[in-house]
């Protein structure tokens, strides 16, 4: 028999391993990181004023942020709708959804935004289509614009909305709505009073997830805004491998990370991230 010393010596043991590759590979690149942000050009903090001098910077961060919430709102919508009906459409049918809700996760950032750049540029299918058939007079203008980053972030970041929510909505009881329809509330309003506040829970998660990954956008953004909508990590890439500014460049990383850090912290103030994501 393992006395409880032992066995806590065999689990540190056991984790010496995975902890020193993770300070390795993860936490010195980024004390890296934090570092030159206080220390290139010069040492200070002069970097972390451009934050509030600098209008360009500012007119980035409005954007990325603005971009980020509508991504997450739009997500929120159509994954809500996604996840209910994941779980209240028969078993086979529900199973499918989730199915292609999954698979969706095997196509790469790069490759959707490709498509989508595809379909919507100028002599894409979306406008020819059109054209062809007489709706319009001129091609649309559906990428090299917010509108065409917005859909191609909306596209990704679905199912990253549809799992928490499906996850909180399973552990729901199914009998609830069926109570207060019993007790003469109308389908609206036992969805509304009943199933929705108990579903909040899981769209704050989802929605911070969404944001979250939102704001670190590259692919996307430099793809389908076509150099016109600028986001903050197509703009740390050009600090860093353009103009080759470090200080600027880690700066708006390090803020980024904590941004992220900040919204995961509130994250798990308001929700229990074990019920959140199905753990017992």
Sequence with gaps: MFTED?????????????LA?????????????LWLSVTVPTPGFGNFAKLYTSDAIRHIIGTTARLSAITTVISLLLGYGLAYAVLHVRSRH??????????????????????W????????????????????????????????????????MVPYAVLPLYANMKGIDPRLVPAARGLGASPLEAFLKVYLPM?????????????????????TPALLGGGKTIMIAEYIAVQITDTLNWGLGTMLATSLL???????????????????????
């Excluded at 989730?98 to 996760?105: A, E, P, T, Y």
């Design 6 to 18: 032992r066995t806590a010596r065999i689990y540190w043991l056991l984790l010496a391993a995975p």
């Design 21 to 33: 590759l993770l300070m390795l590979f993860y936490l010195y690149p980024l004390s890296k990181v």
């Design 94 to 115: 529900g199973e499918m959804l989730l199915f292609f809700v999954l698979l969706s996760f095997w196509l790469s950032v790069l490759i959707r935004a490709f498509a």
């Design 117 to 156: 750049l595809t379909l919507l540029q100028n002599r894409g299918l979306v406008n020819t289509l059109l054209l062809d058939w007489g709706m319009i007079d001129a091609p649309l203008a559906l990428v090299r614009n917010e509108f065409g980053v917005v859909l191609g972030m909306v596209h990704y």
């Design 199 to 219: 579903s909040v829970p899981g769209l704050i998660s989802a929605g911070i997830l969404v944001f979250v990954f939102s704001l670190g956008f590259y692919v």
């Design 258 to 280: 904590l941004t992220v850090f900040v919204l995961l912290a509130i994250m798990a103030s308001l929700v229990d991230l074990r019920k959140v994501f199905g753990v017992k």
